[in-house]
């Protein structure tokens, strides 16, 4: 049976400066702090106590924000993962803030007057919806059929990524419809989903 490895990115700057970010380029400002480098490091060894290495993992799908590149950089460096292994995927990226990118939390908490992780206000901002975040979920879920081989029995995948995608994808992955409040992924730390089939993929079933 095959794994889902869903890894929220280590501890970032934006994170202790309280600033508001999911834009690439912005993103770029914000680096792993030293914290956030050593929680990846625990984390990579807890996956590898698991069995997770080059032999066993099919593929690595990160955000192209740098904090999950970083993070993405330290796990793989650790498991010692093929630099092949890693694709690239923007489906990944963070809930967006819309105008209040680059802004302070306390801003958006005053003017905004929206919830953090759900954005029920969003089209006043030009920001996502958690729902929406769910949507582009749901399509790169189901890109991952392109990479369930058959022959590989393992087939084990890491997905990393930001707070508000991996909420969504466990979502996906539990069949649950509407506004869900967990899993609430602390920097660095992830949850690990058994998936049996490549049919898994599509969205429909509960695991």
């Given at each position: 049976?095959?794994?889902?490895?869903i890894?929220?990115?280590?501890?970032?700057?934006?994170?202790?400066?309280?600033?508001?970010?999911?834009d690439?380029?912005?993103g770029?400002?914000y680096?792993?702090?030293?914290?956030?480098?050593?929680?990846?490091l625990?984390?990579?060894?807890?996956?590898?106590d698991?069995?997770?290495?080059?032999?066993?993992?099919?593929?690595?799908?990160?955000?192209?924000?740098?904090?999950?590149?970083?993070?993405?950089?330290?796990?793989?460096?650790?498991?010692?993962?093929?630099?092949?292994?890693?694709?690239i995927?923007?489906?990944?990226v963070?809930?967006?803030?819309?105008e209040?990118?680059?802004?302070?939390?306390?801003?958006f908490?005053?003017?905004?007057?929206?919830?953090?992780?759900?954005?029920?206000?969003?089209?006043?901002?030009?920001?996502?919806?958690?729902?929406?975040?769910?949507?582009?979920?749901?399509?790169?879920?189901?890109?991952?059929?392109?990479?369930?081989?058959?022959?590989n029995?393992?087939?084990?995948?890491?997905?990393?990524t930001?707070?508000?995608p991996?909420?969504?994808?466990?979502?996906?992955?539990?069949g649950?419809?509407?506004?869900?409040s967990?899993?609430?992924?602390?920097?660095?730390?992830?949850?690990v989903?058994?998936?049996?089939?490549?049919?898994?993929?599509?969205?429909?079933?509960?695991?």
């Amino acid at each position: 049976m095959a794994k889902l490895v869903i890894i929220r990115h280590g501890e970032a700057e934006h994170n202790t400066k309280g600033i508001l970010n999911s834009d690439v380029k912005e993103g770029e400002n914000y680096p792993l702090t030293p914290k956030g480098e050593s929680d990846t490091l625990k984390t990579a060894r807890e996956l590898k106590d698991l069995g997770l290495t080059d032999l066993t993992i099919n593929a690595v799908y990160v955000s192209p924000v740098r904090r999950t590149q970083q993070t993405a950089e330290i796990i793989m460096n650790e498991l010692e993962i093929s630099k092949e292994k890693k694709q690239i995927n923007e489906l990944l990226v963070d809930i967006s803030f819309g105008e209040y990118e680059g802004k302070h939390f306390s801003i958006f908490q005053k003017e905004a007057n929206d919830d953090f992780w759900e954005h029920f206000k969003a089209s006043e901002y030009g920001g996502e919806t958690s729902l929406q975040v769910r949507e582009r979920v749901k399509t790169f879920i189901g890109q991952l059929a392109a990479n369930f081989s058959e022959t590989n029995k393992e087939n084990n995948i890491l997905i990393i990524t930001h707070g508000s995608p991996a909420k969504e994808l466990v979502a996906v992955l539990d069949g649950k419809e509407g506004i869900v409040s967990d899993p609430k992924l602390d920097p660095a730390s992830y949850i690990v989903k058994s998936i049996p089939h490549p049919q898994a993929f599509d969205g429909t079933q509960k695991f």
